[in-house]
């Protein structure tokens, strides 16, 4: 078990749209950390953290990928996320146990949509931020254009402490007022360029503006000094105050030891952030808790990802699953490198660890010591809205597939499995279509099982349009012994809330438990609509009024008039099919503007936003999920294989009639 003082660990994550260079930049931080002795490219499928086959292939982050390094006497463990909206569930779970993260930007397009998107997870999560605009190589970037972005697009105050030199191989850091440039790979301290001192006075500023500290020293003195600027640029990141932007271009190696110097510098450690649970500091003598965060089933055996928030573990300790009262074994302790592991005699707390021997603790689980439980929050779960239906192509392989189908969703909880009633298919859900791409070929890779696919079908609901009154619903049955009697009365109507409920009864007619029980019963009806057998959402029902009997009435016979009442008034109710739509934003030459516009007003796409750039329009629509399957492959042909596009979910809206 390590030593180092939990003021010198670093728990940080690389956040970015797909392809802004998140990968790379963590290539290039192991390189230059000394944590490995080659760097490897994307592009060549030789990279630490896309060890897997489908990441090679693909050229895309798939799977979150744990890594760590040292640098200037501190241990970062670094977490390196997907960028595409389809695998945002993983980035979900990895923000919840990281400390701070470094946001990567494309400084020729800044902010982009799926960069939108992961801000906001990292809001949610309260997780401090430095922002690295990289791509400084390319032609067309603009370190102030990107700057302008970030302030405007995610509503954040950009505190700039770096310049790129004229010569475009290298920063000018203005807290420190040196210039360094990279030479074949190797760092050089160069000449500060003329104007530097004014970039310089407009950080001490807007520091100033945001630090009582500082301003009172700037009010004083007129200037910043260095330490004190050091100390505000942190105290600004830590309570997401500001945020400190950095600049340069990992494929070429710029830049890259100064990230890592504001990262020891400016995110915080374990003790910088609010503890997870008032009962548990982040301190090693503290009893054992640790949040489940992945579950990988490697070639040797399962692994559990863990993050450590306090006390510490050993090899062969009994640890409590709290949600399911299960006490597990942890067998053996691993470092995690990406994809290659070394025994470790123990963990404490800050560390990120994988567990062997844990054969039940799913993502999300909280493990602690059995003698101290709690339960820690666990990252929220994305809801499936496209679905698969999947079969073994070999009637013998039917069992081995529910096995596999069911290490899928061990590994990643944001796929679900069921079985249609109807047709007795097994379907497989997911967050998008290369969501489920990727979990197909996994079943084929690691699960051994040929399938066969079936047409992917989105997730519709069904929501009331205009609800009814006085709905009265009488549950009497009578079989020898104890009996069962209910009535209820109840409106519905249409709510902006998933599922409303309310109690009007008066008197006490209707006993408190009673109402309890009417309401899961009114839950249990919304499961299937009346139009298509879909979820229902957008419902408020009122209990007006109800009868007991003092012998037969019970929850039981109370949750029964419940479900049975709202089915009734549901049928009774005017409702409408509501399907997932996506924001999808279109990046293609301006000569092709006219096809892209008319394919996606053929897929019943609304177009929010248009711009033009450098001969390149980006065209943001609103488009209907099930319009969006093959999208991609229409799209190469329209714009003669020059044209990207990106998606983001945008919520539900009503399906015209016969949809669903």
Same mark, same amino acid.
């Given at each position: 078990?390590?030593?180092?003082?939990?003021?010198?660990?670093?728990?940080?994550?690389?956040?970015?749209?797909?392809?802004?260079?998140?990968?790379?930049?963590?290539?290039?931080?192991?390189?230059?950390?000394?944590?490995?002795?080659?760097?490897?490219?994307?592009?060549?499928?030789?990279?630490?953290?896309?060890?897997?086959?489908?990441?090679?292939?693909?050229?895309?982050?798939?799977?979150?990928?744990?890594?760590?390094?040292?640098?200037?006497?501190?241990?970062?463990?670094?977490?390196?996320?997907?960028?595409?909206?389809?695998?945002?569930?993983?980035?979900?779970?990895?923000?919840?146990?990281?400390?701070?993260?470094?946001?990567?930007?494309?400084?020729?397009?800044?902010?982009?949509?799926?960069?939108?998107?992961?801000?906001?997870? $990292?809001?949610?999560?309260?997780?401090?931020?430095?922002?690295?605009?990289?791509?400084?190589?390319?032609?067309?970037?603009?370190?102030?254009?990107?700057?302008?972005?970030?302030?405007?697009?995610?509503?954040?105050?950009?505190?700039?402490?770096?310049?790129?030199?004229?010569?475009?191989?290298?920063?000018?850091?203005?807290?420190?007022?040196?210039?360094?440039?990279?030479?074949?790979?190797?760092?050089?301290?160069?000449?500060?360029?003329?104007?530097?001192?004014?970039?310089?006075?407009?950080?001490?500023?807007?520091?100033?503006?945001?630090?009582?500290?500082?301003?009172?020293?700037?009010?004083?003195?007129?200037?910043?000094?260095?330490?004190?600027?050091?100390?505000?640029?942190?105290?600004?990141?830590?309570? !997401?105050?500001?945020?400190?932007?950095?600049?340069?271009?990992?494929?070429?190696?710029?830049?890259?030891?100064?990230?890592?110097?504001?990262?020891?510098?400016?995110?915080?450690?374990?003790?910088?952030?609010?503890?997870?649970?008032?009962?548990?500091?982040?301190?090693?003598?503290?009893?054992?808790?640790?949040?489940?965060?992945?579950?990988?089933?490697?070639?040797?055996?399962?692994?559990?990802?863990?993050?450590?928030?306090?006390?510490?573990?050993?090899?062969?300790?009994?640890?409590?699953?709290?949600?399911?009262?299960?006490?597990?074994?942890?067998?053996?302790?691993?470092?995690?490198?990406?994809?290659?592991?070394?025994?470790?005699?123990?963990?404490?707390?800050?560390?990120?660890?994988?567990?062997?021997?844990?054969?039940?603790?799913?993502?999300?689980?909280?493990?602690?010591?059995?003698?101290?439980?709690?339960?820690?929050?666990? $990252?929220?779960? $994305?809801?499936?809205?496209?679905?698969?239906?999947?079969?073994?192509?070999? $009637?013998?392989?039917?069992?081995?597939?529910?096995?596999?189908?069911?290490?899928?969703?061990?590994?990643?909880?944001?796929?679900?499995? !069921?079985?249609?009633?109807?047709?007795?298919?097994?379907?497989?859900?997911?967050?998008?279509?290369?969501?489920?791409?990727?979990?197909?070929?996994?079943?084929?890779?690691?699960?051994?099982?040929?399938?066969?696919?079936?047409?992917?079908?989105?997730?519709?609901?069904?929501?009331?349009?205009?609800?009814?009154?006085?709905?009265?619903? !009488?549950?009497?049955?009578?079989?020898?012994?104890?009996?069962?009697?209910?009535?209820?009365?109840?409106?519905?109507?249409?709510?902006?809330?998933?599922?409303?409920?309310?109690?009007?009864?008066?008197?006490?007619?209707?006993?408190?438990?009673?109402?309890?029980?009417?309401?899961?019963?009114?839950?249990?009806?919304?499961?299937?609509?009346?139009?298509?057998?879909?979820?229902?959402?957008?419902?408020?029902?009122?209990?007006?009024?109800?009868?007991?009997?003092?012998?037969?009435?019970?929850?039981?016979?109370?949750?029964?008039?419940?479900?049975?009442?709202?089915?009734?008034?549901?049928?009774?109710?005017?409702?409408?099919?509501?399907?997932?739509?996506?924001?999808?934003?279109?990046?293609?030459?301006?000569?092709?503007?006219?096809?892209?516009?008319?394919?996606?007003?053929?897929?019943?796409?609304?177009?929010?936003?248009?711009?033009?750039?450098?001969?390149?329009?980006?065209?943001?629509?609103?488009?209907?999920?099930?319009?969006?399957?093959?999208?991609?492959?229409?799209?190469?042909?329209?714009?003669?294989?020059?044209?990207?596009?990106?998606?983001?979910?945008?919520?539900?809206?009503?399906?015209?009639?016969?949809?669903?």
């Amino acid at each position: 078990m390590h030593t180092r003082s939990l003021d010198q660990t670093r728990n940080i994550g690389i956040l970015a749209h797909v392809d802004a260079g998140k990968t790379t930049t963590t290539e290039r931080i192991l390189f230059r950390a000394g944590a490995t002795y080659k760097q490897g490219e994307v592009h060549d499928g030789t990279t630490v953290t896309d060890f897997d086959a489908q990441e090679r292939k693909r050229g895309i982050t798939i799977f979150a990928a744990a890594v760590s390094c040292t640098w200037d006497g501190h241990r970062i463990n670094l977490i390196d996320t997907p960028g595409h909206v389809d695998f945002s569930a993983e980035v979900e779970r990895a923000l919840r146990v990281l400390d701070g993260a470094v946001v990567v930007f494309d400084g020729v397009a800044g902010v982009e949509p799926q960069t939108e998107s992961v801000w906001r997870q $990292a809001d949610l999560h309260r997780v401090p931020r430095i922002a690295f605009v990289n791509k400084l190589d390319r032609a067309g970037a603009d370190l102030d254009a990107a700057v302008g972005s970030i302030r405007t697009r995610l509503g954040v105050t950009p505190l700039v402490v770096q310049l790129p030199l004229a010569t475009g191989d290298g920063v000018v850091d203005l807290v420190t007022r040196r210039a360094f440039r990279w030479v074949d790979g190797v760092m050089a301290e160069t000449g500060v360029p003329a104007g530097a001192d004014r970039h310089r006075r407009a950080l001490e500023e807007a520091v100033a503006d945001l630090h009582d500290t500082a301003m009172e020293e700037f009010v004083a003195d007129g200037a910043l000094k260095d330490a004190t600027l050091r100390d505000a640029l942190r105290d600004l990141t830590t309570t !997401r105050a500001g945020v400190v932007v950095l600049c340069g271009s990992a494929y070429k190696n710029w830049g890259v030891e100064p990230l890592l110097d504001a990262v020891v510098a400016y995110l915080p450690s374990p003790l910088d952030v609010p503890p997870v649970h008032p009962e548990r500091p982040a301190t090693p003598d503290a009893p054992f808790a640790g949040l489940v965060f992945k579950v990988h089933a490697a070639p040797t055996g399962r692994l559990t990802y863990v993050r450590v928030y306090s006390g510490q573990i050993t090899k062969g300790a009994t640890v409590l699953d709290t949600g399911t009262g299960r006490t597990e074994r942890v067998g053996r302790i691993l470092h995690v490198q990406a994809d290659r592991h070394t025994d470790l005699d123990g963990a404490a707390a800050g560390d990120i660890v994988a567990l062997v021997g844990v054969k039940h603790a799913g993502v999300g689980a909280t493990l602690c010591s059995p003698d101290a439980p709690l339960v820690l929050e666990a $990252a929220s779960t $994305a809801e499936p809205v496209v679905s698969v239906a999947v079969e073994a192509r070999v $009637a013998g392989d039917t069992d081995r597939l529910s096995v596999a189908l069911a290490r899928l969703v061990d590994e990643d909880p944001s796929l679900s499995v !069921r079985s249609d009633p109807e047709t007795g298919q097994t379907v497989l859900s997911g967050l998008g279509e290369l969501h489920l791409e990727v979990a197909v070929e996994k079943l084929r890779q690691t699960g051994g099982v040929t399938v066969n696919v079936g047409r992917p079908q989105v997730s519709y609901r069904e929501t009331v349009v205009s609800g009814v009154g006085g709905v009265l619903f !009488r549950h009497v049955k009578q079989d020898g012994g104890a009996g069962q009697y209910a009535h209820v009365l109840i409106d519905v109507a249409p709510s902006d809330e998933p599922f409303a409920f309310t109690s009007a009864v008066v008197g006490g007619r209707v006993p408190k438990e009673y109402v309890k029980a009417v309401e899961a019963g009114c839950r249990d009806a919304l499961l299937e609509g009346p139009l298509g057998g879909h979820p229902v959402t957008g419902v408020h029902v009122t209990l007006v009024d109800g009868q007991t009997h003092p012998k037969d009435s019970s929850e039981l016979a109370f949750r029964t008039a419940g479900r049975l009442a709202l089915r009734q008034a549901l049928g009774q109710s005017t409702l409408a099919v509501l399907e997932p739509v996506a924001e999808v934003t279109v990046t293609a030459p301006d000569d092709t503007v006219g096809a892209v516009l008319g394919d996606l007003a053929a897929r019943r796409g609304r177009v929010t936003d248009s711009t033009t750039r450098a001969g390149t329009v980006v065209v943001t629509a609103t488009v209907p999920l099930a319009e969006l399957f093959g999208y991609a492959t229409r799209l190469r042909s329209r714009t003669q294989g020059r044209g990207t596009f990106t998606t983001r979910p945008a919520g539900y809206q009503q399906a015209p009639d016969g949809t669903g």
